[in-house]
């Protein structure tokens, strides 16, 4: 048998086996997740001065909340808005406190358990998201999404390459797809990743868009790039914790890999990378949603993808990563108050980028550098990526600004995604271009 038709047959088996998984996992029924979110509700709360963020801290420390926005309690603001998550049992007596406080705030989500629902379109049946053609506008499990990738591969072999760059703690294959004509080998190449935060469905809603887009044959924009330039996507970086928000908790963040001295499991893998590793607006307790790991790239996903970047980071010109939920377009530094040597640059390619997302429906994005625009955060993959030598390194917080939260309906997922592609093309199209001024040249930081 020929080394092609092997290939094929190999494929076919795989895909095979991915499709009987993917029929027989996921959260399944009019009841997803058994209930367990049903009275739970989520706060906006807006402390107004500096005593009212310490009184709300005080009161937050006692009553076991998901902070949703900020992540981590330290970074709650006056005048800035805080979401959080809070348990059904504990909400009346939030809300007295936060009364008998003065501290101004409403109630963003009355049943949380009703928004998950309504989200995925449990009432439907599940059977939809596995038959042919490919929804690209329904959310979709690993199973669902792994078996997709196959078949893309399989349907597109002289543009599309999937391969794996490792293994996840639980074992699964991190795989990538490679896209781009092969005529040039050592083209610029694009590297967008998703899904690295569980619980952000939209991320990887997004990259298989992206791909889809990508392979349109009747948009001569995107050809043009196709020829000129490789894209690498990761649809789901954080495979075991995408995983586990769709059978198990919803609203899971980390990785998943157990930690020996406590129960709790899972590293924040945008707080993992070798950059200025658990400092400001990490944690190093394992129990905190920002848990920065024992030791940088202690994630087994994280080390597989900082690995295959070093190895090609000549190549690479830009890195996206793709989050939820702000509509923000972020570039370094997180974990510092300075300004980057190619500013200049990398500003004018973010105020490119979020005009062309505006273009598709006014949706507005605030961008700058995650650590005014955002908040402070080490160790994340977007410095990690602009310190090893990739000019163009940025993360977008997609839809919304909190209404939804990381519940975004699926009614939603084309309208973020159409935006999003313009937005991402208009960067991956800048980098045709030469941007070098004699005051800003690009230098990497120690």
């Known amino acids: 048998m020929a080394p092609d038709a092997r290939r094929a047959v190999r494929a076919s088996l795989l895909l095979a086996g991915v499709i009987i998984c993917g029929n027989a996992q996921g959260p399944v029924g009019a009841h997803p997740y058994d209930g367990r979110y049903a009275g739970d509700q989520v706060f906006r709360v807006t402390p107004r001065d500096a005593e009212e963020v310490k009184v709300l801290k005080g009161i937050l420390e006692h009553i076991k909340v998901d902070l949703w926005q900020p992540n981590i309690a330290s970074l709650i603001t006056h005048n800035g808005t805080t979401d959080v998550h809070v348990k059904r049992n504990d909400t009346q007596g939030l809300q007295a406190r936060l009364k008998g406080e003065g501290i101004d705030y409403k109630v963003l989500i009355s049943n949380l358990q009703k928004e998950i629902e309504k989200q995925t379109g449990y009432r439907s049946s599940r059977k939809r998201r596995s038959e042919l053609p490919y929804d690209y506008e329904v959310y979709h499990s690993l199973e669902e999404a792994s078996s997709w990738m196959f078949e893309m591969n399989r349907t597109h072999p002289h543009v ?35 899904g690295v935060h569980a619980r952000e469905w939209i991320g990887p809603a997004f990259c298989q868009w992206f791909v889809r887009e990508a392979l349109n044959q009747y948009d001569p924009g995107m050809r043009r790039l196709m020829n000129q330039l490789n894209f690498y996507i990761m649809p789901v970086f954080n495979v075991d914790g995408y995983h586990f928000s769709w ?31 658990c400092e ?41 990563s793709i989050h939820a939920y702000a509509q923000m377009l972020l570039y370094p530094y997180s974990y510092k108050y ?17 005009s062309a997302l ?3 429906y006014g949706v507005k994005y605030r961008y700058g550098p995650a650590s005014t625009t955002l908040y402070v955060s080490s160790g994340s ?3 990690w990526a602009y310190r090893n030598g990739i000019p163009y390194a940025f993360a977008f917080e997609l839809r919304d ?3 939804f939260g990381f519940l975004l309906p699926e009614a939603l997922i ?11 093309r208009a960067i991956a199209t800048g980098l045709l271009k030469k941007c070098q001024t004699d005051r800003d040249p690009y230098v990497p930081y120690a």
């Open 160 to 194: 599309v390459n999937m391969f794996s760059v490792g293994s996840s703690y639980e074992g699964r294959p991190l795989y990538v797809l490679q896209l781009g004509k092969r005529s040039r080998p050592q083209k610029k190449a694009v590297w967008i990743d998703c």
């Open 247 to 277: 059978t198990t908790d919803r609203f899971w963040r980390k990785t998943r890999s157990k930690n020996h001295k406590f129960h709790c499991r899972g590293v924040d893998a945008n707080r993992n990378w070798k950059v200025k590793w």
């Open 280 to 320: 400001e607006g990490a944690s190093s307790h394992p129990c905190d949603d920002t848990y920065c790991g024992p030791f940088p790239e202690s994630e087994p996903e994280v080390k597989a993808v900082a690995k295959f970047l070093r190895k090609h980071k000549k190549r690479f010109k830009a890195y996206i």
């Open 338 to 354: 300075a300004t980057i040597p190619n500013f200049s640059c990398v500003e004018s390619a973010a105020q490119n980028a979020v």
């Open 358 to 360: 505006y273009s598709a």
């Open 381 to 383: 993959s977007m410095d």
């Open 401 to 403: 600004t909190g209404f």
């Open 414 to 424: 084309g309208p973020t995604c159409t935006e999003t592609m313009r937005a991402v």
